[in-house]
């Protein structure tokens, strides 16, 4: 469709549609050409994964959809999601996604050298371990239940990130990876294998696609070598998380995801200061350093990783980095995933909770759409019938909707 075509039919109407109707269409239609559609949209929006633009469409299908009576809508967006930071299972990880399988592709030797990493020097990376974003679901529904209760019915939207709040800069995650590894390396890793971190906190890292393609030539000729060497050994099971943490280290390091973007807080901030003392030990919705230090939750996520996902029996040591008055707790694999009703002040106080701070101002937002509670129209909130025409935003012109 050309221009022109796409300025009638938008003239015309025939371009007006709701996100949800978008997503039914797609639905509809073969797979191979919503595919190809699909990733149309996703690149004249900028998208990197269509995990992301998944949930884009998924929070506006749900921000347009009418609900009868004086209902709130609450909407949490998560950063990257890692291990368990707190009570009762500090440590805890659940499979090779996300970091965690980044942090076994490191620990297994996939890292040749330094520049085999996709992200520049100057790269946040934006982890939230999963209780923080747990507790701040639970806070945010309760805020939206108090929203409805009082008849003012609200768009509420947080962010579960820590850009703002404890930014986590590229060379400090790989410094803790760097010393944590070489202190307790894991049963299986490949042959040659040296942690690469930055030699200082000045070096700069430009991403390049040679230097990535030669790292990742010299891993795979490792990784087939090791995994014939395992499979002639009768071992599987290695030889499948070998290729599982390879996987893993593929998907996300790749220079696509080379982007920080600083979310604001300022909602969860809010809602920490509505929140009793009690609540706000209990249920930290803005993860900060007097909470916990990176180092600190980096020994953490190592040792979870080592215990329940390189299956090792031994303790992990503790390296000079994390300061002494830190516990490591042994990492177990859960019964039941819950927070204890009874658990002590001691506990708190050993796996790094504390109650709340006072909040910081800062001068950086989400680059996307706002953070905090937004008040909608009684046509849009409370009404049953569909929302009309009149406010759609047209799609791009290669998705005309006949």
């Not at 590894?181 to 040296?194: A, I, Q, S, V, Y």
């Not at 600190?296 to 029996?313: A, E, H, M, P």
Request: with cysteine.
């Amino acid at each position: 469709m050309t221009d022109a075509e796409y300025s009638a039919a938008a003239d015309a109407g025939k371009l007006a549609t709701t996100h949800a109707e978008f997503v039914t269409a797609m639905l509809e239609r073969p797979a191979e050409e919503a595919d190809q559609d699909i990733l149309l949209v996703m690149n004249r929006l900028n998208f990197a994964s269509s995990y992301a633009f998944g949930k884009y469409l998924t929070e506006l299908s749900v921000e347009e959809y009418p609900l009868p009576g004086r209902v709130s809508k609450v909407f949490v967006r998560p950063s990257l999601i890692c291990s368990l930071a707190g009570a009762p299972y500090p440590g805890y990880v659940a499979g090779y996604g996300g970091p965690a399988g980044y942090t076994m592709g490191y620990a297994a030797g996939f890292f040749s050298h330094i520049t085999s990493v996709a992200y520049g020097s100057d790269y946040i990376m934006d982890l939230i371990p999963a209780d923080v974003v747990a507790a701040l679901v639970l806070a945010a529904a309760a805020a939206g239940l108090v929203s409805s209760s009082s008849g003012t019915p609200a768009l509420a939207i947080y962010h579960a990130a820590s850009a703002e709040s404890h930014p986590c800069p590229l060379k400090l995650v790989f410094d803790i990876m760097g010393k944590f590894w070489e202190k307790n390396p894991p049963p299986l890793r490949l042959p040659l294998t040296w942690y690469p971190t930055f030699k200082s906190i000045d070096e700069r890292l430009e991403p390049s696609a040679v230097y990535m393609t030669i790292g990742r030539r010299v891993t795979l000729t490792k990784i087939w070598g090791v995994s014939c060497v395992l499979s002639a050994l009768g071992k599987p099971r290695e030889a499948r998380l070998l290729s599982n943490a390879y996987k893993a280290f593929c998907v996300y390091n790749s220079r696509r995801y080379d982007r920080s973007i600083t979310c604001a807080v300022d909602g969860a901030r809010t809602l920490q200061a509505q929140m009793t003392p009690e609540d706000r030990q209990l249920f930290p919705v803005v993860w900060e350093e007097s909470i916990m230090s990176w180092e600190n939750y980096g020994c953490l996520t190592g040792s979870g990783i080592r215990k329940l996902l390189f299956r090792t029996k031994e303790d992990s040591v503790v390296p000079d980095c994390v300061t002494p008055k830190f516990q490591a707790w042994p990492a177990a694999e859960p019964k039941v995933l819950r927070l204890s009703a009874h658990a002590t002040d001691a506990d708190m106080a050993v796996t790094g909770w504390s109650s709340g701070v006072d909040a910081i101002p800062h001068s950086k937002g989400d680059q996307r759409r706002p953070e905090g509670i937004v008040n909608l129209t009684a046509k849009a909130m409370c009404e049953d019938s569909p929302v009309s025409n009149e406010g759609r935003r047209p799609l791009p012109h290669d998705m005309l909707l006949n």
